[in-house]
């Protein structure tokens, strides 16, 4: 499909056309694990990678395929391949990039269990991260060495309150010649286009905005096609020849897909961290409704927000949608659309008001996710953020005091009635 139509049409029909044998209008569920070839010579060409086909749901699923294409068209990439988690993905993205002693750079405002994975489970591979404050470019600049292949952070950064300058920290990869990564989970491709200030590849968790009704785990990496693989000897597994592939040179072959290509024929392949069929169903038709949802999230949010900082129970709200927000304006200028529907606020009372507070809630639910149709509520320093440390928690936004929303589409003045009722019992 055309990128002519705009974002609510592509939410709808890219990747998707009326079944070629029934006619069937929505995608169906291709629910198995083989394909039978025409005959022996048709074989042999998928296998070289010569024809372009289905040979094993493990590395391609026409259901998998229709959801990579339209999350591909609504970032504005040329490709996208889907993984069974947003955890999968990041480690899908920085598989053909890096190899033992290569190290990334990555922004101190991330997802708890991205910091989790970076700061101590990337190790076994013998890769390694370290941590940057982004609003520090000059920092971030020098933290680069010889045998870093990759720069990360989130567009919104979760748990929330801290927006990204994407363009600026995409200068900064641009300059030292290596890919930049922007997950972008929290704001969607609604709120935020990160290939389209310069980002090389994006990564999601379908898992939340873009699924929406917390069905199912899923994730998606996006590639721009814009970065030249062959412009230095630091990305050879896209450059060079591939022993496992007869020689083949995925960049010098696919070009601008190579990216994609090698995560599919390598990637998918071999570490087999696959999206299922069924898996993409629920996306697919979550992400129908997807720019619906985003505006009412962000509106909801803000009113809530808004009502949270005049509140005296409340000690401070982070959300970059707020002009009191150090981010406001950043926010305002890169995601005009709005700052997300994910925020922290510190209760008076400190940990055990945001305890009793957590339990005193009864339409929010207590669960370690976000981006549901339903408002969600965590205190993150007992849950999602526990195994980071006092001073890795106040980086990543999640003190002891305070407590993370994700706002959902109910009418907000249900949800600004359940937060007053809670927050009497919490600091009373
Ligand atoms: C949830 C989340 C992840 C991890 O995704 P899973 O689907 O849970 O593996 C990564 N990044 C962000 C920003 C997330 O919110």
């Known amino acids: 499909m055309t990128k002519t139509y705009g974002f609510d049409t592509l939410q709808i029909h ?81 598989f053909p990039l890096m190899g033992p002693g290569r190290n990334i750079i990555a922004s101190t405002r991330l997802y708890g269990g991205t910091v989790t994975q970076f700061s101590q489970t990337i190790k076994r591979f013998g890769w390694s991260a370290k941590f940057v404050d982004f609003d520090d470019l000059d920092a971030l600049a020098a933290a680069i060495d010889d045998d870093t292949r990759a720069i990360f952070c989130e ?103 190579a990216f994609t290509f090698h995560s599919i024929a390598v990637g998918l392949r071999d ?59 950043r926010a305002q200028r890169v995601y005009p659309k709005g700052a997300g529907a994910l925020f922290t606020f510190a209760v008076k009372g400190g940990y055990e008001a945001c305890v009793k507070l957590v339990d005193s809630l009864e339409l929010f639910s207590h669960v370690a996710n976000l981006g549901d149709t339903r408002s969600l509520i965590i205190h993150s320093a007992s849950t999602t953020h526990r195994q980071l440390s006092p001073e890795q928690q106040k980086a990543a936004g999640a003190a002891p005091n305070v407590v993370r929303l994700s706002i959902g589409i109910e009418d907000a003045n249900d949800i600004i009635a359940d937060l007053d009722q809670a927050l009497s019992k919490a600091t009373a």
């Open 155 to 257: 567009s919104i950064a979760n748990p929330g309150g801290y927006v990204t300058d994407i363009r600026a920290v995409a200068d900064v990869a641009d300059k030292a010649g290596l890919p930049l990564i922007v997950d972008n989970t929290s704001a969607t491709p609604y709120l935020c286009r990160p290939i389209d200030l310069g980002a090389t590849l994006v990564v999601h968790s379908t898992t939340k905005y873009l699924t929406g009704n917390g069905t199912v785990t899923g994730g998606a990496i996006v590639d721009s096609g814009n970065f030249n693989w062959s412009a230095s000897d630091k990305f050879p597994s896209l450059s060079t020849a591939e022993p496992a592939y007869h020689g083949l040179k995925f960049h010098e072959t696919f070009g601008p897909l």
């Open 14 to 94: 890219a990747g998707a056309r009326p079944d070629p044998a029934t006619g069937a209008r929505q995608v169906p569920i291709y629910q198995t694990t083989a394909y039978v070839f025409r005959d022996a010579d048709h074989a042999a060409a998928l296998f070289n990678l010569q024809e372009v086909g289905y040979i094993y749901s493990r590395l391609t699923n026409p259901t998998v395929a229709a959801l990579g294409e339209r999350i591909a068209s609504l970032e504005g990439g040329v490709g996208a391949v889907c993984c069974s988690s947003g955890h999968a993905a990041q480690i899908m993205a920085l």
């Open 271 to 329: 570490l087999g961290m696959t999206m299922n069929p069924q898996g993409a169903h629920y996306t697919l038709l979550g992400i129908e409704t997807l720019s619906l949802r985003m505006q009412r999230h962000v509106e909801n949010a803000r009113k809530v927000a808004e009502w949270l900082e005049n509140d005296p129970r409340v000690d401070f709200v982070t959300y970059a949608g707020l002009p009191s927000s150090p981010y406001y304006e």
